[in-house]
DNA sequence: CTCCTAGAGTTCAGTGAACGAACCAAGGGG
DNA sequence: CCCCTTGGTTCGTTCACTGAACTCTAGGAG
């Protein structure tokens, strides 16, 4: 089903769920399109300019375009003059993209490309967002992210910084 | 940026992201597509048989029927007969829902439809999924759903059976 | 055995979003 | 003044979603 890397296939995803009844699909509506998801996550990793967003995500310009200034609009990014900045709603997020994120490395046996440790104790997160250590939930601008065992090796610049060890949330700069 | 109630509109949502170096990559091709989402919450809420989904979710056949193939093959959902359930690997996406519904309901005004409370001691659950009585994460099986104050009201055979109370994953009967 | 119905899909033409390459604009050096 | 970088927009092509019509199979009723 998934095709070899080379072939990037594509598929529609939809924006709209107007009959539905349910609160997920308002949240999807304003997250669950292409890119946006994976948008979010790297403004999480300290991206904020158009460009680097573009040579991390080899997303179409157009694309981007669109998504960053429609989560600007629902009020998930703000814009400070060039850098799209996750607001407070938008690292609220964080919860989602982390658990998501551990999902598919304990359910679809992908090795993690990126550990999150919390930076008090050192320790990675658990599935649930604890730290072992401490007990509790770790906000992300506690957490350290590192390379992990998985992380196959893009050479763009963002790729690059990105591996170095840092805090969320924490401007990278190219 | 959203369009008023009537006019359903329509957006591409992707399914490979073969570029990225990344579990959250690997999750999304798995449940980022357009409606994929909807129909595990939906298999959450006890739904199980094709014509449920399609009736509860408006969705087009064709789409429905190549979703939850997908979802087989991937593991997430198991068919037995007629009936598609939850497997293992499917029931432990409910932090990613709950997460995400909540999300919306907390940053988007939007208010719960439903309600889920943990069935041994009748506690809303927080957004974080522990149970404020307990202090505990509560799995999936021990929670009920409650129709919630802002549950508009589809007139649907599913949703009139949604909308009474009931344990997650319990199956409906229309 | 045959007809009828319901459930579970498949097929197919039309639409619209994503893709990607080319183009445009503004700001900063040299 | 010209060139280069950043931050986009435009536009033709491709491809997934949509919705309606159609098929297929399994039960019942007569």
Redesign the interface.
Known sequence: ???R???????????????????????????????T??IV?DAFYGVRRFSDFHVH??VPRAVLSARLQ?LV???VLRKDGHDYVLTG?GR??W???H??????????S?E???LFLHAACGTRVG???LCAACGR?VAPEELEIHAGP???R?TDPV?VVLRSPHRLLDPIRT
Chains 1, 2 share one sequence.
């Open positions: 089903m998934n095709p890397a080379g072939t990037v296939g594509r598929m529609a995803l939809g924006k709209d769920y107007a009959a539905q009844d349910c609160s997920l699909a308002r949240a999807l509506e304003v997250v669950g399109e292409r890119w998801m994976l996550r995500l080899d429609s609009e629902t009020g709603m609220e997020l919860p989602v993209v658990t998501l994120a551990r999902w598919a490395e304990d359910h679809l992908a993690p490309c990126r599935p649930d967002g939930a998985g992380a196959r893009r790729s």
